[in-house]
């Protein structure tokens, strides 16, 4: 069965930094995406950022996060991180990991099976 755990959330001021961290364990992802997405309340879940698990470890953000965030990953301990600079108050909000994150032709989407419970980030002053 596959877990998914994302920690680092917290409570940063403006113009402050995190480090999300995500480990997803139960089956091996080489051949997938790993993506970052937040959920602000009473807003749909929205795409943040992804990278390829495997070795040509291609980049996505959304465009108001790039430039200040920072995608990476360790394959071999099924690890990825979420460095986030420059926080905006507009990036509170729960973010999720997804190790099997895919494009559908119009959004990133994520395996239904496979989101964590979330960290919360909330950015304020």
């Known amino acids: 069965q596959v877990r998914v755990d994302e920690s680092g959330g917290g409570l940063v001021q403006p113009g402050g930094s995190l480090r999300l961290s995500c480990v997803a364990s139960?089956?091996?992802?080489?051949?997938?995406?790993i993506g970052w997405f937040r959920q602000a309340p009473g807003k749909e879940r929205e795409f943040v950022a992804s990278?390829?698990?495997?070795?040509?470890?291609?980049?996505y953000y959304r465009s108001t996060v790039k430039g200040r965030f920072t995608i990476s990953k360790d394959s071999a301990k099924n690890t990825a991180l979420l460095q986030m600079n420059g926080l905006k108050p507009e990036g509170t909000a729960a973010y999720y990991c997804?190790?099997?994150?895919?494009?559908?032709?119009?959004?990133?989407?994520?395996?239904?099976?496979?989101w964590g419970q979330g960290t919360q980030v909330t950015v304020s002053s």
């Open positions: 997804n190790p099997d994150t895919y494009w559908d032709g119009s959004r990133w989407r994520g395996n239904v099976n496979y």
């Open positions: 139960g089956r091996a992802f080489s051949n997938n995406t």
């Open positions: 990278i390829d698990w495997s070795s040509t470890s291609r980049t």
